[in-house]
Structure formats: C-alpha cells, structure tokens
C-alpha cells in the first residue's frame, strides 16, 4: 500500500499546487479560470496514473500487468461488476442522503439548511478514513473466504468494523466536545455556527455506528454479498428524510428533531448492515465437505436413545 498511498498524496499536492497557477495563469500559462482547477485535478491524477502503470509493468511488481496476449473474460467482468456496480450505487446514495437532508434542513430556514450542510461535511472525513481501512478489510476477507478460512474471515470483518467504529468514534466526539473548532473553519455567522455547533453534539457520539456501518460494507464486500448492505444504506436514507420530514412537519420537533431523525438514520444503519455479515452463510460445497469429515471422525449423529440419555444427565 505504501506506493499507491504516496502517488494519491503525491497527486493531491500537485493538484493544490497546480491548480491556483492555472486558475490565475502565472508566466507563459494563461488565466484559464474555474477551469484551472479542473485541468489541475485532470493532469495530477494522470501523472499518478502513469506512475503506477509504470510500476505494474516493472520486476518490482508482484503482479505484471500485461497488453498483449490478455484475453476478455466474461466471468471476470462479472466477478469484477458484481461488487464494483453495488458500491457504486452505494456511494450515489450517500451523497445524495447530505443533499436530500440539507433539502429538508431547507425549510427549517437558510441557516439551519448551511449549518446542516457544514456540520456533515465533517462525515466526508469519515469516509477516507472508513475507506482506508475498508480495502484492507475486503482484501483479508475476501482472501480468506476464497480460501475456506470462514472463521478467521469473520474475525477480521469484526475486528476491522470495531476499529473503524473506534476511530469514527473518537472524531465525532472530538467534535461534540469543541465543535466550534470544525465550524469555524466554514463561517463565522453566529446562527450557523450555533446550528451546525448543536447538529455536531446530537450527531458527533453517533459517528461510532455510521463507522461501524461503511466498515461492515466492506467486509461485504469481501463475501460478495453486498446487495443487502446497499439496501441498509438506501433504508438509511428514506428513514433519515422520512423521520426528519415528520418531526419538522407533524411532530414540529424543530432543529433538535431533525438532528435526532439523522442520528437514528446511523444506529439503522450499523444494525442493517450487521444483520447483513450476520446472515451470510458459509457455501453450500463447504457445508458438504464438512460432513464426511465429521463422519470420518466418528461423529455421527447421535440414536434417539442416546440423545435422550445425554439430555436427562
């Protein structure tokens, strides 16, 4: 991971540094405007991605990537879309979810809608921080199923979704704790910074569960059973928007009862997609291969009458 984690930091600095030159020109480069920052992210991550092609055609690499001789597989694009399209689907319904609920934070009034809006923001740092420990959680998980280690595969998944839970966890209280640390860096108008201030304390103790969630969506990931995963997600949304609709609507709960509807969006969230790794079963052909073996250790299934015995002592 070290050279793919150094070519995107790599990348993202150059972006920074590339793009103000750009937007404003500065020597022989003209003043391209907005789109400066466009040309600037486009030419960086081209460069990263040259970086690392170069590498996969080199000896050092574990893996050679190859162009000739390569044939197209259907079985592998199917492998590949199968979990590559759910989580896809996955990261539109996050994004949608802040613009959704900064929608209903709307008719709360401009400033609840803003305050809303900055407090969340704080989510999208959570998830580089899930995603840096997700692609070590679907690699070990996946290895691992794929190999029949079934018991040490879930042992990961929940290890893993106990670290990201911690992790998430310490940040969000962080931010209940000094919430105007985060606040200030977006504006200094009072009301929003009062709003986005309350929404960080409801939500800030909460972050454990979104974390645990996104966390236990990769471990999904890992088995290929991520369709459930993404319906929790989806479920999340519908019932943060429905919840905060009825409590700014009908129950006229305000500010504090849409943070709540939010919060509760979260706990769902980590329930449903624990429920989801809970329920995925070890394949029928290991369950199959399991019982000859037990046969074979004298473990046969136990006659009525010996059952009952070991029942009364």
């Keep these: 991971m ?23 020109g500065w020597g022989p480069l003209p003043a391209l405007g907005p789109a400066g920052a466009g040309w600037g992210l486009t030419a960086s991550f081209a460069a ?7 590498h996969l055609r ?10 000739r001789g390569v044939r197209l597989e259907r079985a592998l694009f199917a492998d590949i879309l199968k979990v590559g399209v759910p989580g896809l689907i996955n990261t539109a319904i996050t994004n949608l979810s802040v613009v959704v609920l900064t929608g209903i934070a709307g008719h709360l009034g401009r400033e609840a809608a803003i305050g809303y809006a900055m407090g969340a923001r704080l989510e999208y740092i959570l998830i580089p921080l899930a995603g840096g420990f997700g692609m ?15 018991r040490r595969a879930r042992a990961i998944a929940w290890t893993g979704g106990a670290t990201v839970a911690i992790a998430c966890a310490l940040v969000g209280l962080i931010a209940a704790l000094s919430p105007r640390l985060w606040m200030g860096l977006f504006s200094a108008d009072d009301e929003i910074v009062r709003l986005g201030t309350g929404y960080l304390r409801v939500l800030g103790p909460i972050y454990g ?32 928007a429905g919840g905060a609709l009825i409590a700014i609507t009908w129950l006229d709960l305000g500010v504090i009862g849409f943070f709540i509807a939010v919060a509760l969006g979260f706990c769902a969230y980590a329930a449903l997609t624990a429920w989801a790794v809970l329920g995925v079963k070890n394949p029928p052909e290991a369950i199959a291969a399991e019982r000859p073996r037990n046969e074979s250790k004298g473990e046969s299934s136990p006659t009525p009458a010996t059952a009952i015995c070991l029942a009364a002592r």
């Design 58 to 67: 080199s000896r050092r690499s574990l893996v050679s990537l190859a162009f």
């Design 2 to 24: 070290a050279l793919p984690a150094a070519v995107i930091v790599g990348s993202v600095l150059a972006h920074v540094l590339t793009s103000p030159l750009l937007i404003f």
């Design 136 to 150: 070590a959680i679907v690699a070990l998980v996946g290895t691992n199923w794929g190999g029949g280690q079934y």
């Design 48 to 54: 990263g991605g040259l970086v690392l092609i170069g």
């Design 209 to 240: 569960f979104y974390g645990l969630g996104m966390a236990l969506f990769f471990a999904a990931q890992g088995v290929g059973r991520v369709a459930f995963a993404v319906t929790a997600n989806a479920l999340r949304l519908i019932g943060s």
